[in-house]
C-alpha cells in the first residue's frame, strides 16, 4: 500500500453540489492528519487538521476511520472557488516531515 | 498574518550550474523544511531542519543538495550542480513546533527551470 493514496479525479461538480474525497494511508501509527488546497502552481495551503474522529469547518467536514485506515473530506454547497486539487497528507515517521497524496483535483461549474 | 516568503519566483539555469534558493521563515518559528513538486506530480519531502543540524532527510537529497541557515532570518537551499530532473516547484516550510502538531506554513515557491 502507499504511503498516502487518493482518488487523482477529477470530480466535476456543479455549484451547490456535495461532493466527497477519500484517502488511504499506510501508517497505522499516524496520530494527525490534514487536508491541504492547491491551487494551480500555488503552494498548498492548510484547510483542515484531523487529530481524532473529525473536524468540520463550515462547508467542510472530515472524517477518520483508524481502523479501515482511510480520511474523508466532505464539501457541502460547492462553490466556483473550491475549485483546486485536494491534497490528503500526514506526518511522516519521526515528526519530520508531511507526506503527500498525489491529489483529488476538483472542478466546480456554474 | 505573518507568512513564509521565497525568492526568486523563477530561476532559469543551465545544467552544471549551482543555485541557491532563498526562504524567509516565519520569524518565531524553529523547524524549516524544503520540499519539491515537479510539475504534474505530487508534492516531495526534501529536507528538515531544527536547531541548526539536519533533522530528516529524503533520498532526493543527495550530495548536490544542501542547506544553510546563515543568519537569523534566511534558509537556503543550494543545488551544487543542477540537472535537468531538477527542474520542479520548490516550496519552503515552517512551523512552530514538530509535525503533527503544529501548522507547517508553506511559501510560495521558486520555480527552478533547468535548460
Known amino acids: 500500500r502507499k504511503e498516502v493514496e487518493q482518488d487523482p479525479g477529477p470530480f466535476n461538480v456543479p455549484e451547490g453540489a456535495t461532493v466527497a474525497f477519500n484517502c488511504t494511508y499506510s501508517?497505522?501509527?499516524?496520530?494527525?492528519f490534514f487536508w491541504y488546497r492547491q491551487d494551480c502552481r500555488k503552494e498548498p495551503k492548510l484547510l483542515m487538521s484531523?487529530?481524532?474522529s473529525g473536524n468540520e469547518d463550515g462547508r467542510f467536514t472530515a472524517q477518520l476511520n483508524r481502523a479501515s485506515q482511510y480520511i474523508s473530506l466532505l464539501i457541502r454547497d460547492s462553490k466556483l472557488s473550491d475549485s483546486a486539487t485536494y491534497l490528503c497528507?500526514?506526518?511522516?515517521?519521526?515528526?519530520?516531515?508531511?507526506?503527500f497524496g498525489a491529489g483529488t483535483r476538483l472542478a466546480v461549474h456554474p | 498574518e505573518p507568512e513564509v516568503t521565497q525568492t526568486p519566483s523563477h530561476q532559469v539555469t543551465q545544467m552544471g550550474q549551482e543555485v541557491i534558493l532563498r526562504c524567509v521563515p516565519i520569524?518565531?518559528?524553529?523547524?524549516f523544511y524544503w520540499y519539491r513538486q515537479i510539475l504534474g506530480q505530487k508534492v516531495e519531502f526534501l529536507v528538515s531542519?531544527?536547531?541548526?543540524?539536519?533533522?530528516?532527510k529524503s533520498e532526493i537529497f543527495d550530495d548536490q543538495f544542501s542547506v544553510e541557515r546563515p543568519d537569523g532570518s534566511n534558509f537556503t537551499l543550494k543545488i551544487r550542480s543542477t540537472k535537468l530532473e531538477d527542474s520542479a516547484m520548490y516550496f519552503c516550510?515552517?512551523?512552530?513546533?514538530?509535525?503533527?502538531?503544529?501548522?507547517?506554513?508553506f511559501g510560495p515557491g521558486t520555480r527552478l527551470t533547468v535548460l
Open positions: 501508517n497505522s501509527a499516524s496520530q494527525s
Open positions: 497528507v500526514v506526518p511522516g515517521g519521526g515528526y519530520n516531515k508531511l507526506i
Open positions: 531542519f531544527y536547531n541548526n543540524e539536519i533533522s530528516e
Open positions: 484531523v487529530y481524532s
Open positions: 516550510a515552517s512551523s512552530a513546533r514538530t509535525v503533527g502538531t503544529d501548522t507547517q506554513y
Open positions: 520569524s518565531n518559528h524553529l523547524y
